[in-house]
């Protein structure tokens, strides 16, 4: 009743926990971006002023997000038959770039502030700010894992591991403001600055990879597909199997040809196919899309023919 509930307002339960999910995340965003800024340029700090820059292609991406999530949930049309849930892949593409641009920035300017030799002040009050916000964000890096678990959004997931690329930055800048103030050597925050650079052009290599993956149709797991096809080899009812092809992302694809008695009614195929659906389903998740087409065995079609062709056929 649920689900019929939500699909009558033209809302899936899937598209409501990740459009939740993503606003939470901008509001995160707004609070991080602003408390770590503001501080950032009264205290002179180029670390938190990194982090800040960090949270603002957050915010921009989450809010790109929003469109992404509720254009891959819009049912198939004439134009798009399978859906547009292909779309996430390229939404994570853009957001692994942003975080890739945001980190070029970062680096730059540390290295700039290195040269000029520019002085950061007192840094007691980012050090305050700092330590709340992180446990802020640290909270929506969980909730993002769990709706992205949930739901199996590669948008959410992205969302996750950016949102946990701000846990570290957020554990740098502390880490740098405490160093400074210990010691009086406003080089640190530049160092500091540099390293959470790369830490983000880290991150973003593997977001791009896994969106890249989506739209060019990678297949699933190795572990999966072993899985798979021991299942396949295990049923007493298929004899054998072919052209087994599989897709990852939000929603799975497999499909594959069954060589099946040729005295089988449409009924017990039909029956075949449920119950290996299920099983794909239990291995790939419940939203895997399962193609199943079924070939007439020629052992058995040919069974009473002992003509050295036949016999050639059983052994092939």
């Avoid at 939404?91 to 300017?109: K, P, R, S």
């Avoid at 969106?211 to 007493?236: I, N, Y």
């Avoid at 594959?256 to 449409?266: E, G, K, S, W």
């Avoid at 039909?270 to 079924?294: K, M, W």
Wanted: include cysteine; hydrophobic fraction near 45%; charge should be negative.
């Amino acid at each position: 009743m649920g689900n019929r509930a939500n699909s009558e307002h033209g809302e899936s339960p899937n598209e409501a926990a990740e459009v939740r999910a993503i606003r939470v995340a901008i509001a995160c965003s707004v609070i991080g971006a602003t408390a770590k800024l503001s501080v950032g340029i009264m205290t002179g700090s180029m670390s938190m002023i990194s982090s800040a820059v960090d949270s603002l292609g957050d915010l921009m991406v989450s809010v790109a997000n929003l469109f992404m999530v509720r254009y891959a949930h819009q049912p198939p049309d004439e134009d798009h038959n399978y859906g547009h849930a292909k779309i996430e892949g390229l939404g994570a593409m853009f957001e692994g770039g942003f975080i890739l641009a945001a980190a070029l920035f970062i680096g730059y300017a540390a290295v700039h502030k290195t040269i000029i030799g520019d002085v950061s002040h007192d840094t007691t009050l980012g050090i305050y700010v700092m330590c709340p916000t992180l446990l802020l964000t640290l909270g929506t890096v969980l909730y993002l894992r769990k709706v992205a678990k949930q739901t199996g959004s590669l948008v959410i997931k992205s969302d996750a591991l950016h949102y946990m690329t701000d846990v570290w930055v957020n554990i740098g800048v502390i880490v740098s403001l405490v160093l400074v103030k210990l010691t009086g050597k406003p080089i640190i925050d530049a160092v500091v600055s540099i390293g959470i650079a790369l830490f983000m052009i880290s991150s973003s290599i593997k977001v791009v990879r896994e969106g890249f993956d989506v739209v060019m149709d990678k297949s699933l797991p190795a572990e999966q597909v072993t899985r798979v096809t021991a299942l396949l080899d295990a049923h007493d009812r298929i004899e054998s199997f072919h052209d087994l092809r599989t897709r990852g992302g939000k929603i799975p694809h497999v499909d594959f040809h069954a060589v099946v008695d040729p005295q089988m009614t449409a009924q017990e195929v039909h029956d075949l196919f449920e119950e290996v659906q299920r099983g794909i389903q239990e291995i790939t998740g419940p939203s895997t899309r399962v193609h199943l087409h079924a070939d007439p065995s020629p052992r058995r079609a040919h069974k009473t023919d002992k003509t050295p062709n036949a016999q050639k056929a059983e052994h092939a």
